[in-house]
């Protein structure tokens, strides 16, 4: 246990994984919320997907731009200022469902709205991290926990939003989401950092900084390759999250409380998986993890498409959380040890990306395929696709170990 929790000995990543912790249970209620409530509105698969889109379409041209900034600005003041933007958001969202005017035009621009503040926001957190936790031999930790941290909130918010939408309806989860930012403003507002942040040169442009980011990212093998294995898997992979609703709905025939159940047993395993990353001592192997846990989730995915029955689509689920989110985590583990500092916005941005504007153009392509194909086909597909990439994946470790050894060297780590 002391290893497992090793990184909350640091007073500031301690204040900010609590207070982060409750805003994201909040998070995930609204998540839960909005799918749930375009379902209702639309029974259709392709307005899941389209929804799903827009809230990260901006994403895919401002992230990497935002990652060039948050190498020059002050990551801390960024993060203040997207937590009281996204604060806003979810109100606004909970006075149009209260007032019974929601339409699903207004989800969508509210939902650009969130996603451009989120084009900020999680490569800044993702970057924040290491400049609280004082001991480099502690950062593996505390991506592992703030993972743990992010899948014990998807457990918890979808879980009470199911059963808050069945009583209350969805306003109730997007008005606890917009209260839920007062944890994390508290938390940030209490650090106090003991560690500057090593600015990148700012006397390039704009898009000098983009270009020497992109190229050193494709010329490190290593992370090369496990963020082109991550964009396969949230291509392909990640839309089921935004189409559970279908499962729910017209697979195993329930309501907003199997969506719930859904979506938190997906968070147990996903939960068990990073508790499983934070109590490994070192990076060493960590490919392997990689590689295992991405054919996991893809058995998983084909599973979950073919299942009828309720307990059983529950066990597949877990079993899929596990290796979504410890193949997800133990790629932003290798990625965070290996970048140097004075680029770690730029590539982490870069690993937002891979999830984070990739996942919806998936979403998207996967709601039109769903209505053509069905569903379960769309998903065995997917399942398929990820297969192959960790099997490709697994061919060329020989050549990711010598690299990734040397580099580590290189930075004393090994």
């Known amino acids: 246990m002391k290893e497992t929790f090793r990184a909350l000995q640091h007073r500031n990543y301690r204040l900010f994984y609590f207070g982060h912790g409750l805003s994201l249970i909040g998070t995930w209620m609204q998540r839960t919320a909005t799918v749930w409530l375009v379902y209702r509105l639309t029974q259709s698969p392709e307005v899941l997907g389209t929804v799903d889109f827009s809230g990260q379409i901006a994403g895919i041209v401002l992230i990497p731009l ?8 002050n990551r801390y003041r960024v993060i203040l200022w997207t937590q009281v933007l996204s604060m806003v958001q979810a109100l606004a969202l909970a006075a149009l469902v209260f007032s019974g005017t929601i339409e699903v035009w207004q989800i969508v621009v509210l939902n650009m709205i969130l996603g451009m503040i989120n084009s900020f926001d999680m490569p800044a957190r993702q970057a924040f991290v290491a400049q609280i936790v004082e001991d480099k031999a502690d950062l593996p930790n505390a991506i592992a926990l703030n993972s743990a941290m992010f899948n014990g909130a998807r457990i918890i918010g979808p879980s009470v939003a199911g059963l808050a939408i069945a009583v209350f309806g ?13 944890a994390i403003l508290g938390a940030l507002l209490a650090i106090k950092l003991t560690k500057p942040q090593m600015p990148a040169a700012d006397s390039e442009n704009i898009l000098a900084g983009l270009k020497e980011g992109l190229v050193y ?3 490190l093998l290593p992370i090369r390759m496990v963020l082109f294995l991550l964009v396969l898997v949230s291509l392909v992979g990640f839309p089921v999250l935004p189409l559970m609703p279908l499962f729910a709905g017209q697979v195993l025939h329930g309501g907003s409380e199997t969506l719930g159940w859904l979506m938190a047993a997906f968070g147990l395993g996903a939960l068990m998986g990073t508790i499983f990353l934070a109590s490994r001592k070192s990076i060493v192997g960590i490919e392997k993890v990689i590689t295992v846990t991405s054919i996991v989730f893809a058995v998983g995915l084909i599973g979950f498409s073919l299942s009828t029955t309720l307990w059983i689509s529950l066990s597949i689920a877990l079993v899929m959380g596990f290796g979504m989110i410890a193949q997800l985590a133990s790629t932003n583990t290798i990625v965070q040890t290996l970048v140097d500092e004075d680029k770690r916005g730029r590539v982490m941005s870069l690993y937002v990306l891979s999830f984070g504007g990739i996942g919806p153009i998936g979403s998207l392509l996967a709601g039109h395929v769903a209505g053509l194909i069905g569903t379960a086909a769309t998903f065995i597909i997917g399942g398929v696709l990820v297969l192959l990439g960790a099997v490709i994946f697994a061919w060329h470790l020989t050549a990711w170990r010598s690299e990734a050894q040397a580099v580590l060297a290189q930075k004393g780590i090994l």
Do not use: H, P
Request: glycine share 12%; aromatic share 24%; hydrophobic share 40%.
């Open 217 to 219: 990212t494709y010329k």
């Open 66 to 73: 935002a990652g060039v900034f948050l190498d020059r600005w």
């Open 170 to 182: 969805e306003g109730l989860c997007y008005l606890f989401n917009g209260l839920s930012y007062i």
